[in-house]
């Protein structure tokens, strides 16, 4: 795996210097970089998913479709809330909602839950984003230093880091 930059001696690229200072600054670095990830992954997202044919989703509203989408089950809010860690249910249910009145997604009701799944047009264009993704991101990350081993060990460590999150929200919650 390619080494990250090497920061200039004593320089902290962070975002908000008053959480930067003290022990523990490399953390405000972290979340920086995180902070920059994220919206360049929401956007990555959304023009992907445009390039694909549908302009009108939103970040969520993609990651829900994919994640309803995923080995061609059945899902639950609670399982799309459960798998995605979203704690806001509602926010879930609106994009179900959007992605139903879309025709990406279908609903039975089965007793009290509803079970989703992509229509045909909803996994037509979840291949179409894959091969667009291929294109013009895959294409890219190849020519990068990184392995699949290594983009796995990048991935382990973001699950680890969000556990950490996880708990401290809830301590937070507590005071």
Known sequence: ????????????????????????WEASELEYGMIIAFNAFTRWMSRCMA???NADLTPLEILVLHNTNHRSREKRLTDICFL???EDTHTVNYALKKLLKSDLLVAE???????????ETGAALCDAYRAIRETCFLDGL?????GGDDLRLVAASLRTMSGQYDQASRAAASL
């Open 109 to 119: 009701k089965r007793g009290k839950e509803v079970f989703y799944r992509t229509s």
């Open 51 to 53: 390039a694909a044919g």
């Open 142 to 146: 190849n020519r990068m230093d990184l």
């Open 84 to 86: 995605l860690n979203i």
């Open 1 to 24: 795996m390619s080494q990250p930059p090497k920061a200039l001696p004593g320089r902290r690229i962070v975002s908000s210097r008053h959480l930067a200072e003290g022990e523990g």
